[in-house]
């Protein structure tokens, strides 16, 4: 990521353009230019050696405005205030873009888990969550995965806060494992979520998914789902990366043996092999001549420095905050059609609100019933962001802020400033 690359600000920017084509004051929408609360917390781990390492966590609260908050937890070396503090507030936008009774927010801990053993992975989680279990709890805050965070971790946190409380709390985390209030569909949601985005647009631009040509960058959770999903669709896909290698290829790749492979080499697709496969660089994988790119690891990948290379006549935001504020600017001159991360990988957060709802109720859903509604509410979202986008005359991503901001300043002032 740019030194000079500030995720934060970036968010600040899109929303006081929002603000400003929808007639708001500063004054309407002060309070969510800045988080509700940021909690930063000391992580001390017992290694296996004997010496403690100390890690840097945060949780960071956007908005409560629309429900409790809500957002996953990301483990990374990059990790950052200012980067947790946005991702925060894209999930206040993303919840009220599908409208579901939820605000924002975001943890993080400053930390490459590939480096941790299994055990001292589980002993800095159970900390963490110790660490920030004031302010956590169903009705208060509900974490999920983001990256590299995953089921088993899910597990560990609902099993920290279940002992602490004294009692099993399934709904205090989502996108836990099945056995534990975990719901179905889950694991593919923001996958599924982002190939029913695409159909959504391919229809209304009508293009038939079968022309398409797609380029994938990162394979983790949400890339590699939204690949198979949308080459079941019937798309070719030429270029996928992740942080260890990118390929092309002509033809298509088989996307279940990249996965099947991947999976059994430490989620790594360095060294995957097919006929007239090509290892290229990430760079080139961003620039590949095809008809849709679809980012689904980190932000700011697409930027100032490499936007007027991007080919791709549609990108489809897969990852949250892919896409700087320079580069919007660059490919909106361009033409270049962007489905905002707001839209796109929102179905993530849509069935971890249906895996709350469910353990609410103690009560689980079939997966059909589970995919038919995320698609419905994909829908709807899609078609009124279209709507605002068309009648306005702005891109996407001001029609899903215009949205989105809308609703949230709506709320705030019913409820108005405490005190
Ligand atoms: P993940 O950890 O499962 O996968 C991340 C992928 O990105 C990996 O393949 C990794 O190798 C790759 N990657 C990391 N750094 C890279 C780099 N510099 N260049 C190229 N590839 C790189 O994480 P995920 O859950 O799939 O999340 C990916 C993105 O989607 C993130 O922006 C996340 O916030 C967003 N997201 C995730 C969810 C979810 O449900 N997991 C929901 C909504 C949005």
């Given at each position: 990521?740019n ?13 006081d353009?929002a ?25 001390p ?11 840097e966590g ?9 429900g ?18 946005a991702?925060a ?12 009774p ?11 888990p ?9 002993k800095m ?41 004294g ?10 494992p ?16 982002v ?11 009508n293009c ?7 380029a ?25 990366g ?11 790749i ?10 059994e ?6 060294g ?7 290892i ?17 690891a ?13 080919r ?28 905002p ?17 469910q ?16 698609k ?15 009648e ?6 001001m ?18 400033v405490?005190p």
């Amino acid at each position: 990521m740019n030194k000079e690359y500030n995720p934060y600000q970036n968010m600040l920017r899109v929303l006081d353009d929002a603000a400003i084509k929808l007639g708001l004051q500063k004054n309407d929408y002060i309070t969510l230019r800045f988080p509700e609360r940021q909690l930063v917390v000391s992580v001390p781990v017992v290694m296996d050696d004997g010496h403690t390492e100390v890690f840097e966590g945060y949780r960071v609260q956007h908005s409560s405005t629309r429900g409790p908050c809500k957002g996953g937890i990301r483990f990374h070396p990059d990790s950052n205030i200012d980067e947790v503090k946005a991702l925060a507030a894209w999930m206040t936008w993303k919840c009220a873009v599908v409208n579901i009774p939820y605000g924002g927010a975001k943890g993080g801990i400053k930390v490459d888990p590939a480096k941790l053993t299994e055990n001292e992975l589980r002993k800095m989680v159970r900390r963490y969550t110790a660490m920030i279990l004031p302010v956590l709890g169903p009705e208060k805050d509900i974490p999920a995965p983001d990256v590299n965070t995953d089921a088993k971790i899910m597990a560990w946190i609902m099993d920290t806060f279940s002992m602490i409380k004294g009692y099993a709390v399934p709904a205090v985390v989502t996108g836990k494992p099945l056995e534990i209030g975990g719901s179905l569909g889950r694991n593919e949601a923001t996958g599924r979520g982002v190939m029913f985005t695409l159909l959504n647009l391919l229809e209304k631009i009508n293009c038939d998914p079968k022309n398409m040509t797609v380029a994938v960058q990162g394979f983790g959770n949400v890339g590699s789902v939204t690949a198979k999903l949308i080459q079941k669709q019937g798309c070719k896909i030429v270029g996928i990366g992740d942080a260890f290698c990118a390929l092309y290829k002509k033809t298509g790749i088989n996307i279940e043996a990249a996965i099947k492979y991947a999976a059994e080499n430490g989620k790594s697709l360095a060294g995957y092999q097919e006929d007239d496969i090509e290892i290229i660089t990430n760079d080139e994988l961003l620039a590949l001549d095809v008809d849709v790119l679809c980012p689904a690891a980190l932000e700011n990948q697409i930027n100032g420095d490499n936007a007027d290379r991007i080919r791709a006549k549609i990108i489809v935001e897969a990852a949250n905050g892919p896409t700087a504020k320079e580069a919007d600017e660059v490919l909106d001159i361009k033409g270049t059609k962007i489905v905002p991360d707001i839209l796109a990988n929102a179905g993530g957060v849509v069935v971890s609100y249906f895996e709350w709802v469910q353990n609410q109720e103690s009560f689980m859903w079939d997966e059909d019933y589970i995919n038919n509604n995320l698609k419905k509410i994909m829908k709807k979202s899609f078609d009124d962001i279209w709507k605002i986008h068309i009648e306005k005359n702005v891109s996407m991503r001001m029609a899903a802020y215009i949205l989105a901001l809308d609703r949230v300043v709506r709320a705030k002032r019913l409820r108005g400033v405490f005190p």
